[in-house]
């Protein structure tokens, strides 16, 4: 029957992409911790990177990855919660709301390099903040802000509209209502989502280019104190992170083992985002399985 | 009926006073129990999203149109140009056309290439194996989401290029390797945009096409791929959009000539990488340094006229 | 700007062993530019760093176009260049005080594959500005000429397109950030053709091209037979700082002359017997 | 047609219950629809009053805007008059967060929070400015067992509210919204996504509650009004066609629509 | 208690029309729910059976299983017999696309696809491999008259389905089910989500209808299956409590059960 051979070519054609997507995750990740598995060591991940001898470790990178990571978390995640929390209960259908989500829709869709060149405009000559931490961790709020407030108006949505209804019905104010009703319900939406986009801010390089610098000064991890130039908590120095390293390693270092590094960093930032990602999903579970089944 | 001053009186406080809202005042607005103060709190958080929005579009327009206002560089011949010689001593040229066309054409080949595999994978997942698709495409998708552009890039460096190298000769670096990474980059926004287009039919229609007789390929083909179609495209321009400014995994694949290239496996340059090859050379205020901050300020109009095309479609699609 | 990564090979812990020998010397000391001097001025960071434990120094490249610029505006403590700084048109040149501290030769690197070891300047220029596109029409085995470009504010660039090619534009090729992705590239590639610093030139998985027939080596050089050289400036945004000045002055001593220069594949400047002004006219001295 | 009839609508004279509520003129829109029409009925203390008609006819409409649940839906709007303790309930100035508490309301699906059984009744409780921990203990006992749900819970009040049955709970929301002490309860449907026993045991605790609490439900089954309601209002597209009391409604109705209604010729 | 009941059932001989499918033990599982347990019961060639019951007992499961629709439902397992023709339709070899032409289906809620009216009876035709401008005209005609819509809408074919009203988006998507010639139509509340005046009409369709078709309607109008069915089930948890002829069933009912539900006493 034709009808029938059609079917059975087109499905036999959309399970052949479903096979590629999952060969091309497959390719990918395999490639990556074949290549670069063999080049972590305790030692490339606790020494300095070299800047023309072999065998220089990652360290400082790893380090600052998480660092921004964290100073970014830290700047966006109030702030998108609370536009979340906005757009999702009390955006109203108007002139105003309408010119908010396109902005929302804009900020998102920037194209990374442009929110670098932005912070390199503001936060590195303006404010003179030079390349260093704090305007990476600017420059990446800018880039996670839509994200979050994306996330957490998803998740808001997606809590059953009655949980809304019942809680005003009882005399709770909205904002109330919200609090202890909507937030807790969209909690492990909401946690999932910023785990996500915590392994975006972390592999993100462009943005950082022109803002976080390529160079980290010699750090001493045994100074706390963050008004010092080689602490590592320093807000105020320059920072390179991992992703950046990997790219920089590759276009224009002269270490020899340069392919060796690349691969090993990439390695690590992989198994970085695949423990996010298992981390956000088991998190999730768990929470919800806790609010459910208690 | 109490009557005073000679006019009858209505005993104000008889009414219960409890069910009308208290007056405005500075107590009120910032008093725990009211909700004025949460409610200013997420105002001027959701704000900051259009206070960053407007800092970013008049901070990068001021800085683009410098190299037109200040350094009178000729638009036309900017955005015309074929030649992109601004260290002549002599006679500095500033045409962009090449890394436009470079970008556009890195966009449309990637599109291309995630298209067909993403849609059809979001049809996997919704239509073909809807518990499969959930349980093993989803999370891979969300993986790939998170993968590292720079991890693209050094994959495309350490396998594409070569593989390009010994199929089509030549050095390997080029628009065609600049293409298949950043397909396989948009590939899973593509894939999950499609897939939220698809699992938003709703299940009417597909129960009735199935009552109907019809077979799952015509039940997809003619129900549910024009009810979505809209969606489909968008999330097709959201990958583009991606595509067209994505930066350093491009550039570690493309080549960077500033010629315009004469075939896919040439070199060439798009608009993000000739600003990260030469931003770090510039200083402030130089011709060159201008005229990459007008480059950047293409990206940004790029993705407002990417927005702008979302717009129509989601609208389109809200008339079906 | 653009760079590497820093050198940190002098590690703290060190620091607290080690007897201090210098002990005033501390602080921070940012070099960046010239992917020309990097490897002499990673090298001497090292040793100087070793001296004195209380100095961290870093060096990144990122080409002499960003050393410039970014000493002048202060992002970098030292800038490297291979050119000097009057050339570049947008940088206010007299905020910069110049260090000469070596001089290196560059010169054209092939593939070995592509049966070439010398081009008569003519050759050169047709090969670069793609006048002529196989190998075999100037003396090499038969096989498409790639060219791979540095980008526009490279020195080796600036330099070779002066001297080698008398300010022919070279033709668009690949560009790339580095010299060393450069020479990476042209190992890779059947008849690719690049140029490059005498530093870089350390294996044999390129190939050093002569040009006119004079070999590029050092002697050819310093007697000023080979033309296609550069100082190696380092420049420090007005008077150097004490520090500045101790490293500056350590690059000087012949411990990184006379040992690490040579050793490198770099001229110490005292050994020329030419000399350049920043208009790029060689006098014999 | 309807408002032809409407003229000659006559209603009874109350009964023994007084009017707690008493709805003048209500009219409701949303945007271009006009879903309750100049509707005025009187809701009596300590009475059940059913509401009836087929789907889209503007009962859940009308009983929304009674505790201004309708101020939450975008485009809808509400004029008229219901007068409640001398004040117009659809006026600017009701604080509608203070008139809630008094005005409860329980939904057709059962919704309680995704918290412990406790916390769904305790939570509303302390937002509503109650403090002390015995205080609202006794309050979450009370309420429990006035919704006839404590035998069930009270040994589990810490389990997650999704535990219970559907059932159970509805009865927790009605628990829930009786621990603040309302005068008037309003009930969207409630016994029709549950199982007949525990709709009957449902129907029982309303009849129950009258005795402190004015009801007012919305019902699509003819024979619950008929079992438990003490006035009826027969809604048809947006207007109210008859209002009675039950067993006049159900015995005698004055309009053939109405009787149509009831013995199931449409709807 | 059910199942010992069940052994005192006993179905009425075949009437006038004679058995055109014949559902023997069948039962239904979604994952652990066991939705439809052990029913048989025959439907009857060109009249009309009626599945009543509360809601969650079952009626829709029993009704898509005839026309493989629950094969779309994850987790969804058949067992039994559902002899059509002389063959089980749960066989594995069963051409279900095939079937379900054969034996039509219409659900509750309208749903037209987002075309054009002529378009929406056309596309399955073209599915079903008919091909011919004239031949497709032919038939779109015929089935909008069959169901009593080729009036309202011959001179508005083109325009979008979504513009018609629910009751007639209703007979549109009957009409579609005609076109492809079913002998057996399936309705799962056809009438519910519909105005009084259109449901009226349906209702009138149908009983024109049956003289071609045979109909299984599920409905949760007593009243109206009073009205339309030669026969009724009365679905309870799962299980079919009675069968019988709709006038037997409906004034002398053989269960208290039966009796109970359709005087309204629950559900
Ligand atoms: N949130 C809303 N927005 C717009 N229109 C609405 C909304 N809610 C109800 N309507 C419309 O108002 C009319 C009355 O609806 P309402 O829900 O009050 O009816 P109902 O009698 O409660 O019906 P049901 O028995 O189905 O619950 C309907 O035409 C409906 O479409
Ligand atoms: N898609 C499904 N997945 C899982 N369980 C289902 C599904 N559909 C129905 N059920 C379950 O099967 C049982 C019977 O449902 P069914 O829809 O057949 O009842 P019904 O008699 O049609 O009810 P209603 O009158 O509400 O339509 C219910 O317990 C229901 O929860
Ligand atoms: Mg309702
Ligand atoms: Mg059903
Ligand atoms: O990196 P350069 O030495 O070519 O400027």
């Given amino acids: 029957m034709n009808s029938m051979k059609v079917n059975r070519i087109s499905t036999f054609l959309i399970i052949c992409c479903a096979v590629i997507m999952a060969g091309i995750l497959a390719g990918l990740i395999g490639y990556i911790l074949y290549q670069g598995v063999s080049n972590i060591s305790l030692h490339f991940l606790t020494s300095d990177a070299s800047a023309f001898l072999a065998g220089g470790g990652i360290k400082n990178q790893l380090w600052n990855s998480f660092y921004i990571l964290l100073i970014t978390m830290i700047l966006t995640v109030p702030l998108g919660i609370a536009g979340g929390i906005y757009m999702a209960e009390y955006a109203k259908p108007n002139k105003l709301t309408g010119f908010m989500r396109s902005c929302l829709e804009v900020l998102s869709s920037l194209p990374s390099i442009v929110v670098g060149m932005f912070g390199l405009l503001v936060f590195v000559n303006f404010f003179h903040w030079e390349y260093s931490i704090l305007s990476g961790a600017l420059a990446l709020t800018v880039f996670n802000l839509p994200v979050i407030v994306r996330v957490c108006e998803d998740a808001l949505r997606s809590v059953p509209h009655d ?115 298992l981390f956000a999903r088991c998190l999730g579970k768990l929470v919800e399985r806790k609010m459910i089944g208690k | 009926m109490i009557v005073k001053n000679g006019e009858p009186y209505v005993d104000d406080t008889a009414i219960n006073r409890r069910l009308i809202k208290k007056d405005l005042s500075y107590k009120t607005i910032f008093s725990k129990k009211r909700e004025y103060r949460g409610k200013i709190l997420v105002f001027i958080s959701a704000s900051f999203i259009m206070a960053a929005t407007i800092a970013i579009t008049l901070f990068l327009t001021f800085q683009g149109i410098r190299s037109f206002t200040v350094d009178r560089v000729n638009i036309i011949s900017f955005l015309a140009g074929l030649n992109w010689n601004p260290t002549d001593v002599q006679h500095p040229s500033y045409g962009a056309f090449p890394f436009i066309f470079g970008s556009l054409s890195v966009t449309i080949l990637a599109a291309l290439v995630a298209a067909p595999i993403g849609i059809g994978s979001a049809l996997f997942m919704t239509e073909i194996a809807k518990k499969w698709g959930q349980k093993f495409l989803q999370p891979i998708i969300e993986i790939l989401v998170g993968i590292p552009s720079v991890v693209y890039g050094l994959i495309g460096m350490s396998v594409i290029i070569p593989f390009i190298r010994s199929q089509f000769g030549g050095l390997g670096f080029g628009l065609l390797a600049g293409a298949i990474v950043v397909g396989v980059m948009i590939l899973p926004t593509v894939t999950s945009i499609a897939a939220d287009a698809l699992k938003s039919v709703p299940d009417d229609l597909r129960h009735a096409s199935y009552a109907l007789g019809a077979t799952k390929w015509q039940t997809i083909y003619k129900v549910v791929i024009p009810a979505a179609l809209p969606s489909l495209l968008t999330a097709i321009v959201l990958g583009m959009s991606r595509a067209f400014g994505e930066a350093l995994a491009v550039q570690m694949v493309i080549g960077n000539a500033k010629d315009l290239p004469h075939s896919l496996i040439e070199p060439a340059a798009t608009l993000t990488t000739i600003i990260t090859l030469s931003m770090g050379h510039t200083t402030d205020g130089s011709v060159l340094n201008d005229v990459l901050w007008s480059l950047g300020l293409i990206l940004l109009v790029m993705s407002y006229i990417f927005i702008i095309l979302i717009r129509f479609l989601s609208r389109r699609g809200r008339l079906l | 700007g653009k760079s590497t990564d820093s050198t940190n090979t002098a590690s703290t812990k060190s620091a607290d062993t080690e007897s201090k020998s210098g002990g005033d010397l501390s602080g921070k000391l940012t070099i960046g530019g010239s992917t020309a001097l990097q490897p002499l001025a990673a090298a001497a960071a090292k040793e100087f760093m070793n001296l004195h434990p209380g100095v961290q120094i870093q060096v990144q490249g990122g080409g002499s176009g960003t050393g410039l610029s970014q000493a002048a505006k202060g992002n970098l403590d030292i800038g490297m260049s291979d050119y000097f700084a009057d050339a570049e048109k947008d940088i ?68 070779f397109d002066q001297f080698a090619l008398d300010n022919a534009t070279p033709a668009e090729g690949i560009t790339q950030d580095s010299s060393n992705t450069v020479s990476k590239i042209i190992s890779d590639t059947p008849g690719a053709i690049g140029y490059l610093a005498l530093s870089y030139f350390n294996n044999h998985s390129v190939t050093k091209l002569s040009i006119d027939g004079v070999k590029a080596t050092e002697d050819n050089v310093t007697s000023g037979k080979f033309p296609v050289w550069a100082y190696e400036h380092m420049y420090t945004k007005g008077k150097p700082n004490q520090l500045e000045q101790a490293f500056l002055k350590f690059m000087m001593s012949e411990e990184v002359q006379d040992k690490l220069v040579p050793a490198q594949g770099y001229i110490s400047v005292a050994k020329m017997n030419v000399e350049r002004n920043a208009e790029g006219k060689t006098t014999k001295k | 047609m309807l408002t032809q009839l409407k003229e000659k609508v006559i209603y009874p004279e109350p009964k023994k219950q007084s009017v707690i509520i008493e709805v003048n003129d209500l009219n409701v829109y949303y945007k271009n629809n006009h879903a309750v029409k100049n509707v005025s009925i009187p809701i009596r203390e300590r009475s059940i009053t059913a509401l009836i008609g087929p789907s889209g006819c503007g009962k859940s409409s009308f009983l929304r805007t009674i505790n201004r649940m309708n101020d939450l839906i975008a485009g809808a709007k509400c004029q008229g008059e219901i007068m409640y303790d001398g004040i117009n309930l659809l006026d600017k100035k009701i604080d509608v967060v ?18 412990s059984i406790y916390e769904n009744i305790a939570m509303p409780l302390k937002f509503s400015g109650i403090r002390g921990k015995t205080r609202i203990n006794e309050i979450v006992e009370e309420s429990l067992f006035q919704a006839a749900l404590l035998e069930e819970v009270k040994d589990r009040l810490t389990q997650s509210a999704l535990s219970l049955s559907g059932g159970q709970q509805q009865r927790l929301c009605i628990a829930r919204a009786l621990a603040l002490k309302p005068k008037v309860l309003l009930l969207d449907e409630p016994t029709s996504a549950i199982d007949p026993v525990s709709s009957a045991k449902i129907e029982d605790l309303l009849l129950t509650l009258k005795k402190q609490v004015s009801l007012v439900i919305v019902t699509h089954n003819m024979q619950q009004a008929a079992r438990i309601a003490d006035q009826t209002a027969f809604f048809y597209e947006g207007e109210v066609v008859e209002y ?8 005698n109705p004055a309009f053939k629509r109405t009787e149509d209604y009831i013995n199931g010729r449409f709807g």
């Fill in chain 3, 92 to 159: 206010s040149a007299e905020n910069l005080e110049d260090h000469k501290v070596a001089v290196v030769g560059m010169t054209a690197a092939v593939n070995p594959k592509t049966g070439v070891t010398n081009l008569s300047k003519d050759e050169l220029k047709k090969v670069f500005t793609g006048k002529v596109h196989d190998w075999s029409e100037v003396g090499g085995k038969k096989g498409k000429i790639t060219l791979v470009n540095r980008p526009d504010g490279s020195g080796t660039r600036a330099t």
């Fill in chain 1, 163 to 277: 949980q809304r209804l019942s809680g005003l019905a009882l005399g709770l104010t909205q904002w109330h209502t919200i609090k202890k009703v909507l937030l807790p319900a969209a909690f492990p939406g909401i946690l999932t989502g910023l785990i996500l986009s915590a392994g975006r801010v972390f592999g993100e390089s462009a943005a950082l280019l022109f803002t976080a610098g390529l160079s980290t000064p010699n750090l001493d991890f045994t100074n706390w104190n963050p008004l010092a130039p080689n602490s590592p908590l320093n807000l105020l120095r320059s920072a390179e992170t991992l992703s950046v390293h990997i790219w920089a390693v590759n276009s224009d270092s002269i270490i020899p083992d340069a392919k060796q590094v690349a691969s090993g960093a990439a390695a690590v930032l992989v198994i970085c985002i695949l423990l996010f990602n």
């Fill in chain 4, 244 to 251: 009675d009391d039950t067993p006049v409604m159900f015995t």
């Fill in chain 4, 98 to 115: 203070a008139l809630r508490k008094e005005i409860g309301m329980v939904f057709q699906k059962p919704n309680p929070f995704p918290k």
